[in-house]
Structures are given as C-alpha cells and as structure tokens.
C-alpha cells in the first residue's frame, strides 16, 4: 500500500467507486462443504453413506422378503445357485424292488434325487455283511469312504435307501465289505451318484412356488425361490437378513453417537461455562468413566440392563454405549467452550444484554458444531465396530435378531464350506466403516482447519 | 517428579474405588439369581449358601464387606467353580492375556513407527501408497475376520510346507504367540501409522530439520535425532490408551485362537453369571489399565523434556 496522503482523508463524492466483493460471501458450512466437494475420497465416502442408508430404509421395501423365513430347500447356498427343481410324487417306502433286472454290483434303483437315494448291490467277495459310506470326494488311494450311512449284518439285505439331508450335487457312495466280526475287509464298490433337486407338488404349493390350481405336475420343472445373496445355515435370506441387520447395526452404530454426543455437548458446554470448582468436579467425574475399561463395561452393563424373553438386546447396548462413551465429546466442547469464553463477541453480545442461556445456545455450540461433527463421524465406525464385537463373542444382540457381527458370527464357523456367509457381512461391516472413517477425515479437512490433515 | 507420580498415584486409587463401585451396583442390578441353579435347594441350604457369599447381610454391609475384601486383595470365591478363588483365576490365566498383550503392544508400537516413518519419507510414492491401503484395510476389518482369516492361512501354509511351521491355536511356546499377537495389534498398528505419519509429515516441514539440513548433517543422523525423536511423541501419547483397547480387545484373539487367557474366562463367567469373577476380573482389569495409564504419562514426560511433570 502507498504511503497515505492528504488525498486520502477527504470525503468521498456521491459518484465515487464504491468497494465491491469481488466474491459472493460465503459461510462457515457454505465454505466446508465446497471444500468437501472437492476432495474425491470423502466424496466418495458420502455417496456409500448414502447408499448404505438407502439400503437400510428402502431395501425391506423392495425387497420383501422375511428375514426370519427358512427355504428349507436352499440351506447354505451360495449366490447364482441352480434354482430349478422337478416336481415328483410324493414319497412311497421302498423295500428293494428294482426295476432293473441286468444289472450287476452297486448300483441305483432309480435316478438319484433329493427325495432319496436307493442303491442295490450284489454279495461282495468274501463279504458277510456291508457297510454302506457316502462321501462328498472321490474315493482315492487313502481310502477315504466318508459318513458311514449304515451296516447291514447278513447277506440277505442288500439294498440301501439314504434319505439323510441330501443336496442337489455330486455324491460318491461305497458298499464295503464285513468280515463276520463287523471288521472292514479289503473288498469294496463305488459309484458317483448325481442327485437331483426336486419337490413334491403339496410341497411346491404350500411354500408358495406354484399356484394350487397350477397345471404343473410330475415332471414339469419349477423355480425354487430367488436369494440374490444366497441363504444361510438355517437357509434364511441373507440379503433380507443383511437388509434386517443393517437395521440394528446402522441404529446402534448412529443412534448411540447421536446421543452420546448431544449429551457430552450438554455436558461440556455447562462444565465450560460455568467453570471453577463445578467444572473441575465435573470433568473429574468424566475422568472416572474414561477410565472404566470399555469392553468389560459394555458387557456389565448389558447384562445389568438385562434382556427379557423376546427381546433383541439392541436398547442396552445403546445405553450402555451412551453411558460409557460421552466422556470424550465432554471434554471436546469444554475446551472449546472456554476458549470462546474469552473472546470479543461473547463479551459484546453480553454487554447488549444477552443471557448465558442465549450466549451458550446461540454463540457457543453453533461455534463448536464443526468439530462435533468430526467426532460424531468418528464415533459411529467405532460403535458399529463394538456392536459387531461384542455380537461376535456372543455379547451382543440376541437371536434370532440379525445384526452384520452376529451374522459374521454365524458365518466364520462355516467359513470353510460356505465362505459367503462370513463375506457378505464382514463387507458391510468394513465398507460402513472404511466409509464413515475417509468421510470423517474429509469433514475434519473441510471444517476444522487447525486439524487439517497434511496431506 | 516424584511427587508428581504420588498425586497420579493416588488419583488412580481413587479411579479403582470408583470403578469397584461403578461394577458393585452394576452386578447388585443383574437380573436373576445366582444360587438358582439345577440342583433342589432347601431354604437351610439356602441360607446357608446366602451367608456363605455374605448375601444375607443389608446392602451397605454387603458394600462395605467387598470393599475391605479388595483392599486386601481378595476377591472371593467362585460361585459356579466352586472351591476356586478368583485370584486363583486371575493369577492363572492374566499372565496369557498379558505376554499376549505386552506382543501385541510391541507390534503395534514398532511397526507402526516404522511403518509410519516409511510412508512419509516415500511421501506420494508406491510404498507410501501401499502400506496407506493396508492401513486402511487394518482399520475398517473386524479383528475376527482378520483373526479367522490369518488362523486359514496358517492351516494352508503348514499343510503347503509339510509339517507345522506356526500352530493355528493353542498356547505355550513363542510359535504359539506370533500370530495371535500379530492380529490383536493390527488394529492399533494401522491407527498408530496414520499418526506417526501425520506426525512426521508436519516434524519434515518444520524450521529445525531445515536448519539441521542447512549445518550440513547426514541424512540419517536428521532422521534419527531430529524427525523421529519428535514425531514419536503424539504415538507415546496414545500408548495408554492403545494398551487398554488391546488388554480388553483381547477376547475375540483369545476365543478365535483358543487361547487360556483371562478375557476368555470373563466371557464364560458372564455367560454363566458368576458374579464374583465378574467383578474381580473387571475390577482387576480396571486397576491395571488405570496403572499402566500413569505408567504411559510418566514415560511421556521422561522422553519429552518439555513435558513438565506437575
């Protein structure tokens, strides 16, 4: 700038330039959210947000099925299994009749389905009685013959019906042969069985898949029903299921911050203001409740709340969240709080007569939201995080509430054979919360500029 | 300073009352009754029962009673394992969680400053981007996933090489420990490297490392006098409270990896209500993170000599 000259102290005529914004005026959240826009990874982060809580609102409107229904015929499986099935008579007993007479050794009576199983065989070589084996594998070198089905002592019986929990797929069934002793001898047959799915019409019917006055009937092929996700062990819906338990974990996750954080605010901001030896007791207070070891206090208090016949557990998980975790929001605002205490608009808003109530509700907290709301972001990936860990070691929501940790707890002890059941909400248990922690370090670079990240 | 640890000292006393109280009402709450169990009670055996744990006595009396049993350290017997003390539980198993605990703390401690020191010197580059991801990974999977997931490969790794080159589960020697450990302090591993590299990015811009580099010392000399030194401070500030998340995290690690440690048992002991390992176990667990709080303080103001010890 020029050094003033006497120019400079003369009054300004009418037609002079006036001074002009050479750029709108912005707020505080107009500011934040332009610099919000332009980070792409919280962007990002927001949109899955949004997602997420479409998913949780709108899904069980889209998608309706019952959550609690079990497809008795769809245990545990994957997505883009073969839904078809074929309609066959209901189940008559069998006592062995063949309708093949040419055939030797082990063989089926009739095609294999998921009705039953029926296998005949001749008299093994030196056999006084078989031994009848069902595996999943071939049988190979090691002699692996799988379940043992059943043993059969003479030489008279020689046919075998399984009906035992049969999948549509491949099975490999043995007949070994029995010394008089009951002992295996080296004398076996195999043979790989295709079975295939089907259902009886008064089944089809009562599920719901035909209509009763359908004309299909036996051997026309129908469609089981459609699970996107698959099902799981008990052969529930798993994206109904997800959709359900998104509920109860999205609730707990955001219900629990939302409240321990207005509380923690409350409580701050009054320790702050009214500062001296009532703040110091207070925040000493909340000094004793940091120190409760969490976990074992989530637990503690669940179990004190306790949880009636019937009930799902989620209400004492959200208190006890909100009791153990505001202490942290607490003393956030507090400081902030003494901060604005000594500034310049405090004092002048008091000198035009505002009260404390006015002073705190209008100046205060409005001044503080921009970090509240970081630490809100923060707080629920580590509240869905405890709900699914404390779901996971049995502590959590009770069943048959879902929610995305008990699911997973579910889910790892089949992890081997039917890994979508762990995958499914173990995704949305790590994409929620990856997704809540990027957007909440973009909202502290957009709104906190002390915070700011260096990236 | 030695004053200084007196007053933190005596605080943290105050703290153990308080969380002993806070677990005496909390457990007085519980719904249900700990002498209903299978067997037929007569009133007799009941009473006798009753004024055997002390229950017999008013509340307040009740209260006070535990509070002088704590204070000597004895924490009662077993109500569902008899003739077991709860100090013989905590004795037994705290040990496991705490060699776990303390691996762990190692783990996450070291790797996170080195891994944090590494991103931000490869500042924008592939190793930066790399270890960036797995942190971000290491903070959005659930342990469990991470545990059930790392006990696979394990099985596949031992039965690829031929004979068991680390145990899936189980305790007792090292091989037993490394991966559970592994997994217990991934978390805080992950979280500890967000920080230390954040912490080291501002230490790189600041006027002393520019004047050390102006002198003309050695690169590594700036980075182990200068740049590390000081960035470690905020990770030592957090320490505290990274070993109550990992002491207490501990559960999961131990029921995945069947693993004899405390946690477990507090677990069991909730399932089947018994109250006096209950509150031991919390009431212990207590004292020790109260302590080792103070433990960390303490620490922080003998590496920073800034930090003035009042």
């Not at chain 1, 003369?10 to 610099?35: M, V």
């Not at chain 1, 669940?302 to 929001?329: C, D, H, N, Q, R």
């Amino acid at each position: 700038m020029a050094e003033p000259d006497v120019a400079d102290f003369t009054p300004l005529t009418a037609g002079a330039e006036k001074q002009e914004l050479s750029r709108p005026s912005l707020s505080y959240w107009q500011d934040a959210w332009i610099r919000l826009k332009a980070n792409r990874r919280a962007l990002t982060s927001l949109y899955i947000v949004i997602a997420l809580l479409l998913f949780t609102v709108l899904g069980p409107w889209l998608w309706q099925v019952d959550p609690g229904l079990q497809d008795l015929d769809q245990i545990s499986q994957p997505p883009g299994t073969d839904r078809r099935a074929v309609i066959v008579e209901d189940y008559q007993p069998w006592y062995g009749e063949s309708g093949l007479t040419d055939v030797n050794g082990l063989h089926l009576a009739r095609p294999a389905t998921t009705q039953a199983v029926r296998l005949k065989w001749d008299v093994l070589p030196g056999a006084s009685g078989h031994r009848v084996y069902r595996n999943l594998f071939p049988i190979g070198p090691e002699l692996a013959f799988g379940v043992p089905l059943a043993e059969i002592y003479d030489n008279d019986t020689l046919y075998f019906e399984d009906r035992l929990d049969l999948r549509p797929g491949i099975y490999y069934y043995s007949v070994v042969a029995l010394d008089p002793d009951g002992q295996i001898i080296d004398s076996f047959e195999t043979i790989e069985v295709q079975v295939q799915r089907v259902t009886t019409r008064e089944e089809a019917v009562q599920r719901g898949l035909i209509a009763s006055d359908s004309e299909l009937g036996i051997g026309d092929r129908i469609l089981l029903d459609l699970h996107p996700l698959g099902t799981d062990y008990l052969g529930r819906d798993m994206l109904a299921r997800l959709m359900a338990g998104a509920r109860v974990s999205l609730f707990i996750g955001i219900g629990a911050p939302l409240l321990f954080v207005l509380f923690g605010m409350a409580y701050g901001s009054m320790a702050g203001f009214l500062g001296g030896r009532v703040d110091s007791a207070m925040m000493r207070f909340a000094d004793f409740v940091v120190a409760l070891p969490f976990l074992l206090f989530m637990i503690l208090f669940k179990i004190a709340f306790g949880i009636g016949p019937g009930e799902s557990g989620v209400f004492p998980m959200l208190v006890a969240l909100v009791l153990l975790m505001w202490p942290a929001t607490a003393r956030l605002v507090r400081g902030q709080i003494l901060q604005f205490r000594e500034q310049g608009y405090i004092a002048a808003s008091r000198l035009l007569g505002a009260r404390t109530v006015y002073l705190v509700l209008r100046h205060m907290i409005p001044n503080t939201l921009g970090v509240v709301l970081v630490t809100l972001t923060f707080a629920i990936p580590s509240a869905i995080f405890t709900e699914a860990f404390l779901s996971f070691i049995g502590m959590g929501v009770a069943p048959p509430t879902p929610s995305w940790g008990s699911m997973s707890n579910e889910g790892i002890k089949t992890m081997l054979t039917h890994p979508h059941e762990l995958v499914f909400p173990a995704l949305f248990i790590s994409v929620t919360v990856l997704a809540f922690n990027l957007l909440g370090d973009g909202l502290r670079d957009a709104l906190d500029a002390r915070m700011r990240n260096q990236e | 300073m030695w004053l200084y640890i007196l007053k933190r000292l005596v605080q943290g006393v105050i703290t153990v009352w308080f969380i002993a109280t806070a677990t005496f009402f909390a457990m007085h709450n519980v719904p249900g009754d700990p002498l209903l169990n299978d067997r037929a009670v007569t009133e007799s055996i009941r009473a006798n029962l009753e004024a055997k744990y002390g229950l017999d006595q008013p509340l307040a009396r009740q209260y006070l009673i535990y509070l002088g049993n704590l204070a000597r350290g004895d924490f009662g017997i077993s109500f569902t394992q008899e003739n077991r003390e709860v100090n013989d539980i905590i004795r037994h198993h705290f040990p496991v969680s705490a060699i776990l605990g303390v691996l762990a703390v190692v783990f996450a401690a070291v790797g996170g400053v080195l891994w944090g020191a590494l991103t931000s010197l490869y500042r924008n580059r592939l190793p930066d981007y790399v270890i960036m991801f797995l942190v971000i990974l290491g903070i959005s999977v659930p342990s469990f996933v991470i545990a059930a997931l790392s006990q696979l490969a394990l099985v596949n790794l031992n039965s690829l090489v031929g004979h068991t080159v680390l145990p899936v589960a189980g305790w007792g020697t090292l091989s037993h420990m490394l991966v559970p450990a592994l997994v217990l302090g991934l978390g805080t591993m992950a979280y500890l490297t967000r920080l230390m590299r954040s912490s080291m990015l501002e230490v790189i811009g600041s006027d002393y490392v520019r004047t050390a580099k102006a002198k003309g010392l050695p690169a590594t000399r700036i980075f182990a006098r200068h740049q590390l030194r000081n960035a470690i401070l905020p990770v030592i500030t957090v320490l505290g409270p990274a070993i109550a998340a990992i002491t207490t995290g501990g559960f999961v690690v131990e029921l995945v990896f069947a693993i004899p440690g405390l946690g477990r048992f507090f677990v069991e002991a909730v399932q089947q209500l018994d109250y006096t390992v209950i509150m031991g176990t919390t009431v212990f667990y207590g004292a020790f993170l109260v302590f080792m709080v103070i433990v960390v303080d303490v620490l922080y103001g003998i590496v920073d000599p800034r930090v003035r010890l009042e």
